[in-house]
């Protein structure tokens, strides 16, 4: 339930993000909370940190999330936070099928299955969603005061 809360919570904090500047200067205030969060797994990682480790992680923690947060915060300038966290959904099925086909990774049976049903549970929310807004614009078109309340 926490990791649930805190997806809605970075979807629509991103999105509100994004909408309150033109380009991408949202990224200098929201690179720096993701850094700052990412700060709760280093204490476990102590005495395994040198100065090689450090100075990798370092340049990953510059790099690596300024393009998906990019793309992320311009999608949410496009499309209703909604449909975003249905492809959100989406992404271990995305991630498992690069594994096996990159890495050569196979999943078990079990693992597969919770994969499935993350993807599925995200598809039938946006067929639910596109259900109530037809039957929404239904009622529009048969009763037009509807619309206005």
């Known amino acids: 339930m926490a990791a649930a809360t805190g997806w809605a919570v970075y979807i629509l904090l991103t999105q509100f993000v994004g909408h309150r500047g033109d380009g991408l200067e949202g990224l200098a205030f929201t690179i720096p909370v993701a850094a700052l969060t990412a700060l709760v797994g280093v204490p476990p990682a102590t005495g395994h940190l040198t100065p090689v480790v450090l100075l990798a992680a370092l340049g990953l923690a510059l790099l690596l999330p300024v393009f998906p947060f990019a793309l992320e915060m311009l999608a949410l300038r496009r499309m209703s936070h909604t449909a975003f966290g249905t492809f959100m959904a989406l ?52 009763d037009p005061t509807v619309a206005t309340g």
């Open 91 to 142: 992404e271990p099925a995305i991630g498992a099928v690069l594994g096996f086909l990159v890495l050569g990774q196979r999943m078990a049976p079990i693992q597969l299955l919770g994969v499935a049903l993350v993807a599925f549970a995200g598809g039938g929310r946006a067929a639910w969603w596109r259900s109530c807004a037809d039957q929404q614009a239904d009622a529009v078109v048969a």
